[in-house]
T-cell receptor, first 111, second 109 residues
């Protein structure tokens, strides 16, 4: 079955540590996205990529970095510069318009 | 800048009690309005896309409608399994979606 796989489901980060969230899709979609969701809030765009080796900042890119070396993969690194990283992170992909397909999310907690 | 506002923030209904959720938007040229369902701890699940005023789409107990300024998600005779957060989004530019904050719907048996 085609879809998006995010891993891990739960992730714990110590102060000053970088962590990387994985996102893999087998839908052959060109565009991929990272969103952050905080309790009681909507989704906010962190980064997006419309094609391999190219990506753009979203509305809240500070403290995050991404890469897009393969069409199937769009990993997100939460750096130590992100002062409030505790949140639910969602990866999505999109083909030729229409609705996004979302992964099941990664819950990141600072310990 | 495109904006999306959903109301109410939370809604509690009895099983079988029909109601509507609202999504108001401001966008320079609508390229699509999207409804998603999200269960706790999971990713959003796509429900509908609407493109032009007057368009309607249905799926089981849900019907989405669109005007030039807002969209409604009508829920007819809901069941407890319809409990979830419902998200509305509009397309900004070629690919980006801008989301509202969601409506948390609870259906009591």
């Amino acid at each position: 079955d085609g879809g998006i796989t995010q891993s891990p489901k739960y992730l714990f980060r110590k102060e000053g540590q970088n962590v990387t969230l994985s996102c893999e899709q087998n839908l052959n979609h060109d565009a991929m996205y990272w969103y952050r969701q905080d309790p009681g809030q909507g989704l906010r765009l962190i980064y997006y990529s419309q094609i391999v080796n190219d990506f753009q900042k979203g509305d809240i890119a500070e403290g995050y970095s991404v890469s897009r070396e393969k069409k199937e993969s769009f990993p997100l690194t939460v750096t130590s510069a992100q002062k409030n990283p505790t949140a639910f992170y969602l990866c999505a992909s999109n083909g030729q318009g229409g609705g996004y397909t979302f992964g099941s999310g990664t819950r990141l907690t600072v310990v | 800048e495109d904006q999306v506002t959903q109301s109410p923030e939370a809604l509690r209904l009895q099983e079988g009690e029909s109601s509507s959720l609202n999504c108001s938007y401001t966008v320079s040229g609508l390229r699509g309005l999207f409804w998603y369902r999200q269960d706790p701890g999971k990713g959003p699940e796509f429900l509908f896309t609407l493109y032009s005023a007057g368009e309607e789409k249905e799926k089981e107990r849900l019907k989405a409608t669109l005007t030039k300024k807002e969209s409604f998600l009508h829920i007819t005779a809901p069941k407890p399994e319809d409990s979830a957060t419902y998200l509305c989004a509009v397309r900004e530019g070629a690919q980006k979606l801008v989301f509202g904050q969601g409506t948390r719907l609870t259906i009591n048996p």
